[in-house]
């Protein structure tokens, strides 16, 4: 079993030694194909997270909280909005320090009545 494996061995290096061109050549080639596939992989990624950044600046992922209902118009029905307990300063700053996603993360205070 041994000298089979040796004689695989001593062949596969005679044949290396005598086909140096295409072996150099196939080397290249394999090396080639991994540096491309690494440097596909690593700009997709870096797209990916690029376009996330871009989108998450613009807002695509902003939403709002507010302490009232939302006002929803069908028809000539309209009806006031409900209020519900002001949300505090700190408990915004609560939630702005749970909330664990790539984004941009911002709470403000409203000084006059909006809508």
Same mark, same amino acid.
């Not at 695989?8 to 090396?31: D, G, M, P, Y």
């Not at 989108?55 to 118009?73: D, Q």
């Not at 909330?99 to 809508?115: C, M, N, R, W």
């Given at each position: !079993?041994?000298? &089979? +494996? %040796?004689?695989?061995?001593?062949? =596969? ?8 061109? *295409?072996? &150099? ?5 394999? =090396? %080639?194909?991994? !540096?491309?596939? $690494?440097?596909?992989?690593? =700009?997709? #990624? $870096?797209?990916? %997270? ?6 998450? !600046?613009?807002? =695509?992922?902003? %939403?709002?909280? *507010?302490?009232?209902?939302?006002? $929803?118009? &069908?028809?000539?029905? *309209? ?10 300063? #700190?408990?915004?700053?609560? +939630?702005?320090? *749970?909330? #664990? ?15």
């Amino acid at each position: !079993m041994n000298s &089979i +494996f %040796f004689e695989n061995i001593r062949i =596969s290096i005679e044949s290396i030694k005598s086909h140096k061109v *295409r072996t &150099i050549l196939t080397i290249l080639i394999i =090396s %080639f194909g991994i !540096m491309a596939l $690494v440097g596909i992989l690593t =700009s997709i #990624d $870096v797209i990916k %997270f690029n376009l996330n950044q871009q989108f998450a !600046m613009m807002g =695509s992922n902003t %939403f709002t909280i *507010r302490n009232r209902t939302l006002m $929803v118009h &069908i028809g000539n029905q *309209r009806s006031k909005p409900k209020y519900f307990r002001p949300i505090t300063y #700190d408990e915004a700053q609560e +939630f702005k320090k *749970r909330y #664990d996603f790539p984004s941009f993360v911002s709470a403000y205070i409203a000084t006059q009545k909006e809508g």
